[in-house]
């Protein structure tokens, strides 16, 4: 018979999967006490979940949601970074602090529904994020609009300096 306690875990799991834009199943076994903390204060700073969760139960939240494949990252231990807004946020953060720690190490990611393989973790964690893509997006906008810009005034600039010209002319 399950806890109250592991019946409640179930329900906040399934809802996070639901909710969740990105979640990276990573293994943390190797990290000492402090790692684990900073790893922990960088994800909260970067309004990113990081939860331990028991394999079993996470299996549990992913049948409530009807999610197929993700049994193949649950051996072991297993934590969740999580993110509800930027999917490729934590991707950002577990290679910039795998570099100095060599932990934690990406098993499977669910990205946008889809279950990926740790293979892809590299590609995902290199794309540009939303900000990034919106300012590139911006500045291909703007170059040709800028462009016109400066013809129209070039053009104008152009025709009062002939007009001021023909007036000149005209006087003499």
Partial sequence: MPSTFNKEQVVALTEKLEKARAIYFTDYLGLDVSSITELRKIFFEEDIEFHVAKNTLIKLAAENNKIKGLEDFLSGPTALAISY??????????KKFAKEHDKPEVKGILFEGEVLQNDSFDSIASL???EELLSHFVGTIQSPLSGVVRILNASMSNMVYLLTNLKDLKNN
Avoid: G, L, W
């Fill in 85 to 94: 807004d930027e999917p490729t946020k934590p991707a950002k953060v577990i």
């Fill in 128 to 130: 540009p994020s939303r």
